[in-house]
């Protein structure tokens, strides 16, 4: 990985009058996606209180280092499709910063740099807290943890940026779900069981559905500029069936877990309800790009409602 800026791009428009730097920073970790990845390790703690008595200076650590992970890959998401032009003018997703030329790419690489060392401290000192002493569990961490780092930053950076393959949807599936879930949950204490599995699973396809909105809206741009996200490899129509089959899945994954945990709060699903319409929204508007943008904002708050108000549950269970 390199801070080179010899691709070129297009630049975007940027606001009237030069931010500040406080304001250019504060757009460029992206603060709406940050709930999604929060209610992960939210849920994961959830879990784990169904089996004892969860920590919550675990869950603070985890939540730290999990919004460090998401902004990491915020900040690489920027710089790697700033340096190979992918983002253009007529983009209508939120403001790049080093497409819009509000800070240089080398700028944006010194910060992808400083996220993930912050990232790294912060899963050492989870790590301390809940796995020292444990040594199979804290090894077992500190190489859960490095792929971490590096798959928020070679979703777009690098040479073969996987996200530029079609695997971003299964990486994030992977490392926002299962990964974020049930790393969660076995540290504040949680055995493996089969309602953690398929809680990390929902959670998973939760995070693909927002990355699969995403690239519905920019279907267009990324195929000019060789990006062969899911949504381009399906195209539209068949993009729309996927997304509507995940929102399928999560609310049938749901349902076996309180079949499992407790079938009396099955009316839990009606915190399903909004990422339901958000999802029926995006299917039957994806042509309109606009359209695309406003859901992808609303199905990150209805997923993090689901995931935490059923984390409210579980901890009345």
């Not at 790590?127 to 792929?147: C, E, Q, R, T, Y």
């Not at 070679?154 to 990964?179: E, H, Q």
């Amino acid at each position: 990985m390199s801070g080179s800026t010899a691709h070129k791009t297009a630049p975007q428009e940027p606001p009237a009058g030069k931010p500040s730097a406080l304001t250019i920073w504060f757009w460029a970790i992206r603060p709406r996606t940050l709930p999604l990845a929060a209610a992960a390790i939210i849920l994961g703690y959830g879990l784990a209180s169904l089996y004892g008595d969860a920590s919550e200076a675990v869950l603070l650590l985890a939540l730290l280092t999990a919004l460090l992970l998401q902004v990491l890959s915020n900040l690489a998401n920027d710089y790697g499709d700033g340096v190979k032009g992918t983002d253009g003018a007529d983009r209508l997703g939120p403001l790049r910063m080093v497409v819009s030329g509000l800070t240089s790419a080398d700028g944006m690489f010194r910060a992808v740099v400083l996220a993930a060392g912050l990232s790294l401290v912060s899963g050492s000192a989870l790590l301390l807290v809940a796995a020292w002493g444990d040594w199979p569990l804290f090894f077992f961490f500190i190489g859960l943890g490095a792929a971490c780092v590096v798959a928020a930053i070679a979703y777009t950076m690098g040479k073969r940026p996987y996200g530029y393959y079609g695997l971003g949807d299964f990486m994030a599936w992977l490392f926002f779900g299962p990964v974020a879930v049930m790393g969660a949950a076995v540290l504040c204490g949680s055995p493996v069981t089969a309602p953690l599995w398929l809680a990390g699973f929902a959670a998973g396809f939760c995070s693909s559905s927002v990355l699969n909105i995403n690239n519905m809206r920019d279907i267009e741009t990324d195929r000019k500029a060789g990006k062969r996200s899911v949504a381009v490899r399906l195209g539209l129509e068949r993009a729309r069936k996927y997304h509507a089959g995940m929102t399928v899945c999560i609310v049938l994954l749901w349902g076996l877990i309180w079949l499992l945990v407790k079938p009396a709060f099955l009316w839990g699903l009606f915190f399903a309800l909004p990422l339901i319409r958000s999802t029926w929204l995006a299917v039957t508007r994806a042509g309109d790009a606009a359209c695309l943008n406003t859901q992808l904002k609303h199905t990150v708050l209805s997923s993090a409602f689901l995931g935490c108000g059923m984390t409210l549950l579980l901890l009345l269970v």
